[in-house]
């Protein structure tokens, strides 16, 4: 399988740098307008915004390194960064925080990481309990805001959360992860459900409740994704008892994720609903975070024959031309739980990037 899984990747991250706007867009367009779909945003398609499919598509390059260990992807990143600091950046918020996950470690670019994680510690919005409050762009404009008062999403951890964890390990800046330990802890508290040991799509302060109660796919990935990179990245340099608390997390989540993963190898979007769509973006993202796992040892070598399935669910799902298929849209936090049953499936760029992270991580696993 490790031929075939070289030969999907070189293919999808092609796909990834020339990755263009979906053929049926006015058909998309059409439908949503009328009320029968949802999710359609043009930002999402290809490598040229700054916003947080782009942040993806760059982490997922990232993990990617020549035989000499070097990043193979480097001049890219100096290229890309560039370019967007002279088209203009957009307003500060927790989705645009994303491309910076990566593009911090450039000596280029340091000076704005530094700026922008200054806006994290002192100025972005904040909820009830010092909640990072999930700002994002306008719907049609990078210059907007919508605010989303008093709301912390899953999304958050990923977004912003892991940034700010790698800035206090780089900077040797307790405050900094310890924030990063405590938003972990308060996304815990308020959005999984220690009933199913699933994530809901988020937590509203200002009403007491996790909106539809949702346990969407791409969004419980995000955890299952983040929990292990941020062990990663923080090691020692957190308490036991935050170590505990988010291991025991996600240990209780993946094991939940298996007993509802379908025959075809994916998951749903809505994971405890049947009759609701498998995608392959937050399939991807199950199945990296569950290796990694294996890899940092948290999780055993039980764990490799549900993966073995998923990554042979993902490659089914390539298309000739390197599309990732069956990826769902952006999805905000909907109003009711068949809403996301109304997601279109289009290609984008955070849908190649997390193949890409899949297909990355199952390298190091020879035995898949």
Not at 151 to 168: H, P, R, S, Y
Not at 186 to 200: A, D, E, M, R, V
Not at 318 to 337: F, H, Q, R
């Amino acid at each position: 399988m490790q031929e075939t899984i070289q030969h999907e990747l070189k293919k999808v991250i092609n796909q990834l740098l020339n990755l263009k706007r979906p053929d049926n867009e006015s058909q998309i367009q059409q439908l949503q307008s009328e009320g029968k779909a949802l999710g359609y945003f043009p930002r999402d398609f290809g490598m040229d915004e700054w916003d947080w499919p782009q942040g993806i598509g760059l982490y997922g390059l990232n993990k990617l390194t020549k035989p000499d260990g070097s990043k193979e992807y480097q001049d890219f990143f100096v290229k890309w960064a560039n370019d967007q600091i002279e088209r203009g950046l957009p307003l500060k918020n927790v989705n645009t925080m994303a491309p910076l996950l990566t593009l911090m470690d450039l000596p280029s670019v340091e000076k704005l990481a530094l700026e922008w994680m200054q806006w994290v510690e002192n100025e972005c919005p904040r909820t009830k309990e010092n909640g990072i409050q999930h700002v994002t762009s306008g719907n049609t404009s990078k210059f907007e805001l919508n605010l989303h008062d008093q709301e912390i999403w899953i999304d958050t951890l990923f977004m912003v959360v892991l940034f700010t964890a790698k800035m206090g390990k780089k900077y040797n800046n307790a405050a900094w992860m310890n924030e990063a330990a405590y938003q972990f802890a308060l996304h815990i508290k308020k959005i999984f459900n220690p009933g199913n040991s699933l994530f809901f799509h988020g937590y509203d302060f200002a009403n007491e409740n996790n909106f539809s109660e949702a346990h969407w796919c791409r969004g419980n990935s995000w955890f299952t994704l983040a929990a292990p990179e941020f062990l990663e990245i923080m090691q020692d340099s957190m308490t036991q008892e935050s170590r505990d608390l988010i291991f025991g997390t996600y240990k209780a989540q993946v094991d939940k994720l298996l007993q509802l993963q379908h025959e075809n190898g994916l998951w749903h979007t809505l994971l405890d609903d049947k009759d609701s769509y498998t995608e392959v973006s937050g399939s991807a993202a199950i199945t990296a975070g569950i290796l990694k796992g294996i890899r940092l040892g948290l999780l055993d070598s039980s764990y490799l024959e549900p993966c073995r399935k998923a990554v042979a669910a993902v490659l089914k799902n390539i298309s000739e031309d390197g599309t990732v298929l069956n990826v769902s849209a952006g999805t905000p936090i909907c109003e009711t739980k068949e809403d996301y049953k109304k997601i279109v499936f289009a290609p984008t760029a955070y849908g190649q990037a997390l193949t890409i992270v899949l297909l990355a991580e199952a390298l190091f696993h020879k035995e898949l």
